[in-house]
């Protein structure tokens, strides 16, 4: 085993959970003060992980939910950018297919994995399946953390 | 060195009079090094929207394996069935599972899986038993330990396999270990026609040192299923899972026209020893 093939992008895996794991003790308490907005339409998701934007979030409630799918689609794109090592300049949207940059089957379960730990939810084997596209990952993302908070 | 290397013509007789339709075949994508009208040459023998679902790759290198994967298919059913190229027709399940539409009638469960990865593109077929393949390149983790990144796929393998895992000596040999349990599911779930969604935790590997292979589905042995580990080189390994049609998943089952099978004759089909792939180059998957 001299020369293993390389996945640089997996150090970049590790600081970035380091990261959110940092992140945990600021989740509880800006979850605990977001209960108060359950009844507006409103991105719990952006308001745990982005504690500093709430005032942001209040005052843009009416179109909050276009606004979310949006931060949701850009953080999606950012894990799937970084497990899959995507070259700087290679635009990736929420059409993209994991397949076509270059995602394997292990690809994806890291991927789903770091979905779970950025959003906090559980995705189960059978939904991971239908996942193909960002815009799949972000619109499971959205119901399962609505079904989470309802 | 050429990169048209030409195949010893004896292991292609030999696979041919033995095997029917059954075939093994592997190409070495590091030798392939196409120019772009070379590249093009070898996408105009796929229908159409083949080249337009290749395009899409966004590296180079998925591009390579995946015309090289979608060449292996035509290129099999061209030389073991004798249809024309722009005559066959291969679709897809709504799992993404390619089989061949057009198949003679004669050629019953005629199926075929590819797998690639790293540096290899395979695909190997059958007549009668379900076939599939994987093939993993054991690649390090980078910047986390092993244990680290094995807990990703934690849920995905069983407690007696992470047991086997464990017992082994060092991060490299669990890493190996851990791919070999990863292939032979990922070529069992391929065979069925089944997606991730089928549940890799459903599967319980068996072995002894990696012979007489033998997986347990939902906690009950089964009788009808046959896997072989190959080690193409260090860092690739390939698995081969044979198996029973009545396991096909439905939307699978569907395309194949002898699911119900002798139990004589699909025992004989199945207890064929594997033997090892046969290397083909590109310029023997374009021959037309």
């Given at each position: 085993?001299g ?6 992008s997996?150090s ?14 600021a ?11 359950r ?7 952006s308001i745990?992980?982005?504690p ?7 005052c ?5 939910e ?11 794109c ?14 990736v949207?929420?059409e993209?297919?994991f ?14 994995m ?17 996942i193909?596209t960002?815009?799949d ?14 | ?21 059954r075939?093994?075949?592997l ?10 009208t070379q ?10 929207h083949h ?5 899409r ?5 998925d591009r ?5 994967s ?6 099999l059913?061209?030389?073991v ?12 399940t709504?799992?993404g ?9 004669a050629f ?7 797998s ?16 599939g393949?994987?093939i ?22 069983t407690?007696h396999e992470?047991?086997c895992?464990g ?7 669990m890493?190996?270990?851990?791919y ?5 599911k ?6 069925v026609?089944?997606?991730v ?7 319980e590997?068996h072995h002894?040192?990696w012979?007489n292979?033998?997986?347990?589905i939902?906690g ?15 860092m690739?390994l ?5 198996g ?5 998943i ?5 395309t194949?026209?002898?699911?119900v ?6 025992y004989a ?20």
């Amino acid at each position: 085993f001299g020369n293993f093939a390389k996945r640089v992008s997996r150090s970049s895996i590790m600081l970035w959970r380091q990261f959110l794991g940092s992140l945990q003790v600021a989740n509880v308490i800006s979850s605990r003060s977001s209960v108060s907005f359950r009844s507006q339409k409103m991105s719990f998701v952006s308001i745990r992980s982005r504690p500093s934007s709430l005032r942001f979030k209040i005052c843009c409630s009416a179109t909050g939910e276009a606004q979310a799918k949006k931060e949701t689609v850009d953080k999606v794109c950012m894990i799937v950018k970084k497990q899959l090592a995507v070259p700087d300049g290679t635009p990736v949207t929420a059409e993209s297919k994991f397949s076509e940059l270059g995602a394997d089957s292990l690809d994806t379960v890291e991927i789903v994995m770091g979905l779970e730990e950025e959003f906090n939810i559980t995705v189960d084997e059978t939904s991971a399946q239908d996942i193909a596209t960002v815009q799949d990952a972000a619109d499971l993302i959205e119901k399962l953390v609505t079904e989470k908070t309802a | 060195i050429s990169p048209w290397e030409k195949l010893p013509e004896r292991n292609e007789m030999e696979e041919e009079h033995s095997g029917g339709v059954r075939r093994r075949w592997l190409v070495d994508v590091a030798r392939w090094s196409p120019s772009p009208t070379q590249f093009q040459a070898a996408a105009a023998l796929l229908p159409p929207h083949h080249r337009h679902a290749i395009a899409r790759f966004v590296k180079e290198e998925d591009r390579k394996r995946a015309l090289l994967s979608r060449l292996l298919q035509y290129s099999l059913v061209h030389r073991v069935l004798g249809i024309p190229f722009h005559q066959i027709h291969i679709y897809r399940t709504t799992e993404g599972k390619p089989y061949l539409e057009n198949g003679p009638p004669a050629f019953k469960n005629f199926n075929f899986n590819t797998s690639h990865q790293g540096d290899y593109v395979g695909i190997a077929s059958e007549l009668l038993c379900l076939v599939g393949l994987d093939i993993v390149c054991i690649s390090k983790p980078q910047g986390e330990t092993t244990v680290e990144f094995l807990k990703n796929f934690s849920s995905y393998l069983t407690g007696h396999e992470w047991n086997c895992i464990g017992r082994a000596a060092g991060s490299i040999e669990m890493l190996t270990e851990f791919y070999r349990y990863w292939c032979l599911k990922e070529a069992f779930v391929k065979a069925v026609g089944a997606g991730v969604g089928f549940g890799l935790h459903r599967l319980e590997f068996h072995h002894v040192e990696w012979s007489n292979i033998s997986v347990y589905i939902d906690g009950i042995e089964s009788r009808k299923w046959r896997f072989c580990l190959f080690k193409l080189d260090e860092m690739h390994l390939a698995s081969i899972a044979k198996g029973h049609p009545e396991d096909a998943i439905h939307s699978f089952k569907t395309t194949l026209s002898n699911v119900v099978v002798e139990e004589e004759e699909f025992y004989a089909a199945l207890e064929i020893p594997e033997e090892t792939f046969t290397l083909q180059t590109v310029e023997q998957l374009t021959q037309l």
